[in-house]
């Protein structure tokens, strides 16, 4: 019997490590490989949205509505996030749901190429095997990327969220980038076989480089009961989704920070695809001149990232990551507002300074609302951060799927009606803009809601005390 006692104590050290680890904040090397599964989710989503999109317009010749109609169906299935983060919650991990919603999304890649080549023989079997893979799309994109948020909210301290927000969508901008690439370098000449082997390769890649990165990021099993008790009760208590859900839409933090996702992402869904056109028709620029100001568009939303994110990597100040949101998106109203003057000034107009503020300005806006959701994710009851995290990806996910759609049919409505390419865009442009000045609205309420004493203890229904809002500052 005495011979078991320094087994025993030997292993009560180990397991304390191993619980401090599991809990402390990630370093650099966390945050990156974190970023990295973005990265990987975003290549396997921009190869669906952007290039398979290409091949059923220019390759099949069919009408650009079928493939801008399974895009916003991945976006709109994307609504069952929240039921994706009570899951999480409830199981008590979060790696699980990433591995599985990121197997859920690269099968689904290659099921979409898989239809795309049968449109060629057959139109409705290849649109109902089509709609199954986009579905497959969106919702491993909302079970791999609710999870990974939440994960990354847990395990990033206060210091470094908006420095990892930045990092998150840069990385994520470069799996674009990467895979954009080499794809188009594979595919180039097309034939069907090679874009189905691509496609495999591409999304086989995206996932091993997903898996290798969360390895053992979030900890052991038994590291995290230690670490997480509260998580752990909340778990085997079994809360239904439904009661979560109203639990979490009853904090009023929570319900006017989603309000500002949907209603600021309502107003930036439509930039990227109406910026090319507006040049084109109203300033007379030509497909490559247009092409280049949609890039100095990203280059700028990319320094707006990464000024934020290098200001807000030192001191902190209560509230200073809403405060960027707010300004970021009164910013983006301004510039919004320019370039419906543009249009109405002309070619004298220095449109690509327009672009260029714009641009930066929805960089700060950007990260500064992804580091302010990973901060409140857990201000309230303790088990739900995964149901709020799900909330406002569902209204990001949702608003993206409208936005597009209703600024580019009213671009149209216009146009017919009136004949004026500058009136249209013009009329967009001030839309969007009010929008971004109600979402700053918004911004600035869940700021003052947080800055109230006892305001996360009221909304959060958890009984405990308020915990101290550790904004980062710039």
Request: a positive charge; hydrophobic letters at 55%.
């Amino acid at each position: 019997m005495s011979g078991g006692s320094p087994a025993v104590a030997g292993a009560a050290p180990v397991a304390g490590r191993i619980a401090a680890e599991a809990s402390s904040p990630l370093r650099w090397p966390g945050i990156i490989r974190l970023g990295l599964v973005q990265a990987a989710l975003g290549s396997v989503v921009v190869l669906v949205t952007s290039t398979l999109n290409r091949v059923m317009v220019v390759e099949y010749a069919l009408p650009a509505l079928l493939p801008g109609m399974l895009v916003a169906l991945h976006y709109a299935v994307q609504f069952i996030r929240p039921r994706f983060g009570h899951g999480s919650d409830v199981g008590g991990r979060r790696t699980p749901w990433i591995v599985g919603g990121m197997a859920l999304l690269a099968a689904g890649g290659v099921l979409c190429a898989f239809a795309t080549l049968r449109l060629a023989h057959g139109l409705f079997p290849a649109l109902v095997l089509a709609v199954l893979g986009y579905v497959m799309v969106g919702l491993g994109v909302g079970a791999a990327g609710t999870s990974l948020l939440v994960l990354m909210a847990e395990r990033v301290d206060d210091k470094r969220r908006a420095a990892a927000a930045t990092a998150m969508w840069i990385l994520m901008i470069l799996g674009f980038a990467v895979t954009s690439t080499l794809v188009g370098h594979f595919l180039d000449p097309f034939t069907p076989r090679r874009l189905l082997t691509v496609t495999a390769a591409a999304t086989a890649t995206a996932f091993a480089i997903a898996l290798l990165a969360v390895w053992n990021v979030e900890g052991s099993g038994a590291a995290l009961g230690a670490a997480q008790p509260r998580r752990r009760a909340s778990a085997r208590q079994g809360t239904s989704f439904k009661t979560a859900l109203r639990r979490v839409w009853a904090e009023p933090q929570a319900r006017g920070f989603t309000l500002f996702v949907f209603v600021s992402m309502l107003a930036y869904s439509a930039e990227e695809l109406l910026l090319e056109p507006f040049a084109g028709l109203v300033f007379g620029y030509s497909i490559g001149q247009s092409a280049q100001l949609s890039g100095l568009w990203h280059s700028a939303v990319l320094a707006g990232m990464l000024g934020v994110g290098i200001a807000c990597s030192g001191a902190r100040r209560r509230g200073a990551l809403r405060s960027w949101m707010s300004g970021g998106c009164c910013a983006s109203a301004a510039a919004l507002f320019s370039l419906g003057a543009a249009g109405m000034v002309g070619p004298a107009w220095p449109l690509r300074a327009s672009v260029a503020v714009l641009g930066a300005a929805n960089g700060v806006f950007a990260v500064a609302a992804i580091g302010s959701m990973m901060e409140l994710a857990h201000r309230g009851a303790a088990d739900s951060a995964g149901v709020r995290m799900g909330l406002w990806g569902a209204a990001q996910a949702v608003a993206f799927a409208l936005g597009g759609v209703v600024g580019t049919c009213i671009v149209d409505a216009v146009r017919h009606f009136l004949g004026s390419p500058v009136i249209a865009f013009g009329v967009v442009f001030a839309a969007e803009a009010l929008l971004f000045l109600l979402a700053a609205n918004f911004a600035a309420q869940v700021g003052a809601r947080s800055a109230a004493p006892g305001a996360d203890a009221s909304a959060g229904g958890s009984g405990g005390p308020a915990e101290p809002d550790h904004s980062v500052v710039a």
